[in-house]
């Protein structure tokens, strides 16, 4: 039996550049509140609470003052950068260099906008950190879509400027923009460059994990998939998984994995989300060791 984790599984520079300042913060000056999970991997942030890493929601920060805030990767709207100057907080900003890059856009986009009557649009998920982040540019404006169905929100008289979420599916952005452009030509007639600008604002560190993940599907018996439950990331890429290897599957740690799975496998893949520690994986590999009856090798 051969094991093989993954190597282009694990963070993204965004969730690791997150982590390592955190790590760094609380060792120089011990507890520090971080707004919202750090990672969507509870294993992770139990074991960042260990080391005195405490979860805040937004609700939590309006009560705070005189203390140390940590912004993590997914970024953050204006609003919360003014709350932390009226409360005297200081801010630890965490933001991914590529989210804070797509804000400044959105922001400049919405004010284009608004001189044409027009609409920014956000290929995203309703609520998720990020697009809280991105739609504040907008003053809350901008219309969120995820699924052909929210299409119905948009008013195609209007100039449209699509833009998507760091994490989204590639092909789900190219399938929402021809449904767009779709729309527009019915309403329309034809479609003009200064109705519709598409901005494919995908991180390509993510999106390239797809092309990666499929390969590495291909070459497993089976595939053990670790994430969070909560991690959009992860369901997409498990997703992919899936679609080239029928036993893959979804797991938070090895208290999940049934070892059932894993009969008849002579090679077994392990991979992850974004999110997803290489420790994690690395101790997935070690308990089906441990269970092996023969001696299976780790790569």
Not at 25 to 49: A, F, K, S, T
Not at 237 to 248: K, M, T
Request: charged share 30%; hydrophobic share 35%.
């Amino acid at each position: 039996m051969n094991i093989t984790i993954d190597k282009n599984s694990g963070y993204c520079f965004g969730v690791e550049f997150a982590i390592k300042m955190a790590e760094d913060e609380m060792e120089d000056n011990g507890q520090l509140y971080c707004l919202g999970d750090i990672v969507h991997n509870d294993m992770e942030v139990r074991r960042l609470y260990q080391k005195g890493l405490r979860i805040i929601s937004r609700d939590d920060l309006k009560n705070l003052h005189n203390t140390r805030v940590l912004i993590r990767a997914h970024g953050e709207p204006p609003e919360t950068y003014q709350l932390a100057l009226e409360n005297n907080i200081e801010l630890i900003d965490a933001s991914c260099p590529v989210v804070l890059k797509l804000q400044n856009r959105v922001k400049h986009a919405y004010d284009n906008m608004k001189k044409v009557e027009g609409q920014i649009v956000i290929y995203g998920k309703e609520g998720h950190a990020e697009v809280i982040g991105l739609a504040g540019q907008t003053r809350e404006e901008a219309v969120i879509i995820m699924t052909d169905q929210d299409l119905d929100k948009l008013d195609y008289s209007r100039p449209i400027t699509l833009f998507s979420q760091t994490t989204k599916s590639t092909k789900g952005f190219y399938h929402i923009k021809a449904l767009i452009e779709d729309r527009i030509r019915e309403n329309k007639g034809e479609l003009r460059i200064q109705d519709f600008d598409a901005n494919d604002s995908i991180c390509r560190q993510v999106s390239n994990r797809e092309p990666q993940m499929r390969k590495f599907s291909e070459e497993q018996d089976v595939v053990l998939f670790v994430a969070g439950k909560k991690s959009s990331n992860g369901r997409a890429l498990y997703e992919v998984c899936l679609s080239i290897n029928p036993r893959s599957y979804f797991i938070e740690s090895e208290e999940e994995l049934d070892l059932n799975w894993l009969v008849d496998a002579e090679n077994i893949g392990i991979c992850g989300a974004t999110s997803t520690p290489m420790w994690l994986m690395e101790r997935v590999a070690e308990f089906i060791k441990e269970k092996s009856p023969s001696e299976p090798t780790i790569a």
